[in-house]
């Protein structure tokens, strides 16, 4: 407190609400759980200097970091206590009702339909099993059959219609001889406006075993009209979405589905069909909390590698979009509808990144022959680390191709990288052959990349590569050995660019920088656009941005 006071977060005039508010925050630790303590408190602080409102207001929609209860607590005992009574009350009403357990406290037998037809009682806790059972399967409270509900009944041909997309999109399975259901809802049906219905599980029956006995805490906490207010302007429109199918793109796991049981008479059959729910179905409790932290969880996590494209990796924009399409693209592939376009939260993160970064695009500075006399200036030659660099330098200048394609990123991997055995010599030139690319993942085919001789060219691509090989022969390396030696990708490009540096020279050069100074020298010197699309293994049109450097920058 001292601190807020003289850092000017806390003036005089606050200081009572503020230990009000202190107090407040020590009675929240007498029950609950200290860590959970201080991560409200710090949400709270954080609300507070954002708003300003008083210390001690009470904030309905705060609690991002859920308060957890001490289980010695006298909070909890007291609500422990208080379940403990209405679970109590509840099986005291539950006998005394007019119902088939009166029945059987009276005349000694079992609970029994008004027809003198005997109530399974461990199917009403949930218990029994058989398919065969010789008493009835119905609710000893209303008498009622667990079966279909009448909504099913009166929109029969829509529910039958549903049911049968459903098996189609795999959302139901039918039970084989061997799986036996341990719980069979009741099914209903809400007919929606566009003449279709929506499917909802009797979850609540029976009052003893059903899905929705079992959780002991459904809460579901969403955004309040006061979240809403904070993002909508004057002149915006609002409108209300009917989320369809939400629920059915949460699987359950397997372990559940002997609990997920329905059952349905098909237009046409003479006895009921059982089956599964395989999605996260409508009517369960918990169906509600499990798909909000899904769904928040998707978007926070889409947004925060959004985040990480940005700040870390310094993503241009229209790369972070090609990343963010992988999400689009695997959806797609799996007859998913699109994550992304349709999510307020990441495109509004996705605006702002634009916004903050721009999305013009701007092409990899031009490695150029200049550059090249430069860089091999500074070069010794003698060595096998600045021969190695010399020779890629020329690689993938002539060859138009990014160093990235031929440069391993870590670690030399035998059959994907350039042996000394994949170097072919014809009439004075060299022939590299290259069996992995970006876009050559599996060896199923090779590229020829020619390097020809320029006699008496301080840049003839030829002589470097016969210093190379000199260089391999004359410490004995084997055929299988790398062509390059240990030089990686980042090595390579490290070294380039410090040379660069050291002689003022502003720009700075990426793997894309020798594809496109390459082809933009191939275009200078006046080469086919049909051989530069074949030298650069284009198949469209694109190579044109490749070219589109100033003349004098060759």
């Known amino acids: ?37 201080l991560l409200y408190d710090m949400e709270y602080r954080d609300r507070q200097a954002l708003e300003k409102f008083k210390w001690g207001t009470y904030i309905s929609n705060l609690r ?48 029994f339909l008004p027809d003198g037809r005997t109530i399974c009682r461990r199917f009403n806790t949930g218990d029994c099993n058989r398919k065969d059972c010789t008493l009835a399967h119905h609710c000893a409270i209303c008498y009622a059959k667990i ?12 529910v039958d219609l549903k049911l049968r997309s459903e098996f189609k999109l795999g959302n139901y399975m039918l039970c084989n001889a061997i799986e036996t259901l341990k719980l069979v809802s009741a099914l209903g049906a809400i007919q ?48 209300k979405v009917d989320l369809s199918n939400a629920y059915r793109c949460v699987r359950v796991h397997s372990s559940n589905y002997p609990y997920a049981g329905l059952h349905w008479r098909f237009q046409g059959d003479n006895q009921d ?29 889409v947004c925060l590698y959004i985040a990480y494209l940005v700040d870390v990796k310094s993503f241009k924009y229209c790369t972070v979009v090609n990343y963010l399409n992988i999400i689009k693209h695997l959806h797609k592939a799996n007859g998913q509808d699109k994550p992304i376009s349709g999510n307020w939260q990441i495109q509004k993160v996705s605006n702002g990144v634009r916004r903050s970064i721009g999305d013009a695009q701007k092409g990899a500075e031009l490695m150029t022959p200049r550059l090249l006399l430069i860089i091999k200036t500074y070069l010794d030659l003698t060595s096998q680390n600045d021969i190695c660099i010399w020779s890629a330098c020329l690689m993938g200048f002539y060859g138009i191709l990014s160093p990235g394609n031929f440069l391993h990123s870590e670690k ?47 840049l003839c691509p030829a002589s470097a590569k016969k210093e190379l090989l000199h260089f391999h022969f004359k410490r004995g390396a084997k055929e299988d050995a790398p062509l390059l030696c240990n030089l990686s990708y980042q090595m390579f490009i490290t070294r380039i660019n410090s040379i660069l540096i050291s002689n003022d020279v502003k720009q700075h050069i990426t793997g894309h920088s020798f594809r496109r100074g390459g082809a933009t020298w191939c275009l200078r010197i006046g080469m086919s656009d049909t051989m530069i699309k074949d030298i650069g293994m284009w198949k469209s049109d694109v190579y044109k941005r490749y070219t589109s450097g100033p003349q004098q920058e060759i």
């Not at 308060?67 to 009574?85: C, F, G, R």
Request: glycine share 4%.
């Open 1 to 37: 407190m001292s601190d807020m006071l003289r850092s000017g977060d806390l003036v005089n005039g606050e200081l009572p609400d503020y230990l009000c508010y202190i107090q407040s925050i020590f009675r929240l630790a007498a029950n609950n759980v200290w860590a959970s303590v």
């Open 64 to 111: 991002e970091f859920p308060l957890v209860q001490k289980p010695d607590s006298a909070t909890a005992k007291a609500i422990q206590e208080i379940q403990n009574v209405s679970r109590s009350a509840n099986n005291a009403i539950y006998k005394d009702q007019n119902s088939g357990f009166n029945s059987y406290n009276k005349k000694g037998k079992r609970p």
């Open 147 to 158: 079966t279909t509900l009448l909504s099913t009944q009166l929109h029969f041909n829509f």
């Open 192 to 239: 929606k406006p566009n003449d279709s219905v929506r499917l909802i599980h009797n979850a609540s029956l029976p009052v003893f075993g059903s899905i929705n006995y079992y959780p002991s805490d459904a809460s579901c906490k969403y955004m309040d009209l006061k979240d809403a207010c904070k993002i909508i302007n004057q002149g915006d429109f609002l409108a």
């Open 273 to 301: 069909t059982f089956f599964y729910d395989t999605k996260l179905p409508l009517g369960a409790s918990q169906s509600p909390r499990i798909f909000q932290r899904l769904i928040s969880a998707v978007s926070d996590n």
């Open 412 to 458: 030399f991997v035998e059959h994907r990288d350039i042996q000394i055995c994949e170097v072919h010599y014809h009439r004075n030139d060299y022939i590299i052959e290259l069996h992995w690319t970006k876009t050559v993942q599996f060896r199923e085919r090779k590229l020829n990349i020619v390097l020809s001789s320029i006699v008496g060219h301080p």
